[in-house]
């Protein structure tokens, strides 16, 4: 079934380490993102991609950073982790505007 | 930009009772509206959504109802079971349009007791 993996899967880290989560799909979308999801503040936007040469700042982008190395695949940066970074992190793809979006089964990272 | 108010954040109900949610848009201009449901350590996932050219819309024991007007929609669950507990999103975009993703609400806990 086509689907949307993301690795790792479970990532304990130190502060001030550089950290990268990957996101590949299979559903042949053209729209990729990045949440962010802490306990009572829902699904947060980080970044955003409609294709390989369009990326876009979500909500909370400081911080962080992504590449979008094809259309497949979709990266995740955090350049210097801090704690208040600890959170489950979910790569979702649509195919338009309006079309549901696909999440894959998230990132749980906890940074010390 | 657009802004998405979800309540309760939590609910509890008995099985076998109706469960229902609900979430209010500010921008009128939204005619798209999923909900979400996110089962405990899963992924979200999509369970209905809602184009603004109705006002209902069912599937099976879920339904989400729209008011343009006084800009809500919500989610209503009938004979609730306890497979029915999670977290549940709604969410708002207007489509075709300037905004370029979906803006959820902060999510309703929903434990259905047995």
């Known amino acids: 079934d086509a689907d949307v993996t993301q690795t790792p899967r479970n990532r304990i880290t130190k502060t001030g380490k550089r950290i990268m989560l990957e996101c590949s799909q299979t559903?042949?979308?053209?729209?990729m993102y990045w949440y962010r999801q802490d306990p009572g503040l829902g699904l947060r936007l980080i970044y955003y991609?409609?294709?390989?040469?369009?990326?876009n700042k979500g909500e909370i982008s400081d911080g962080y950073s992504v590449s979008r190395q094809a259309q497949a695949k979709f990266s995740l940066s955090l350049e210097s982790a801090i704690p208040n970074q600890t959170a489950l992190y979910f790569c979702?793809?649509?195919?338009?505007?309006?079309?549901?979006?696909?999440f894959g089964d998230g990132t749980r990272l906890s940074i010390l | 930009g657009e802004n998405v108010e979800q309540h309760p954040s939590t609910l509890s109900v008995q099985e076998g009772d109706s469960a229902v949610i609900k979430c209010t848009y500010s921008?009128?201009?939204?005619?798209?509206f999923p909900w979400y449901k996110q089962e405990l350590g899963k992924r979200p996932q999509l369970i209905i959504d809602?184009?603004?050219?109705?006002g209902e819309k069912k599937d099976q024991r879920i339904a989400v109802t729209l008011n343009k007007t006084a800009k809500h929609f919500s989610l209503h669950i009938t004979e609730t079971q306890p497979e029915d507990s999670a977290v549940y999103f709604c969410?708002?975009?207007?489509?075709?349009?300037?905004?370029?993703?979906?803006?959820f609400g902060s999510g309703t806990q929903l434990t259905v007791l047995p």
């Open positions: 979702a793809t649509s195919g338009t505007t309006g079309q549901p979006q696909h």
């Open positions: 921008d009128s201009a939204s005619n798209y």
């Open positions: 991609s409609f294709d390989v040469k369009d990326i």
């Open positions: 809602i184009r603004s050219n109705v």
């Open positions: 969410a708002a975009i207007k489509v075709p349009g300037s905004a370029r993703q979906l803006t």
């Open positions: 559903k042949g979308h053209d729209r």
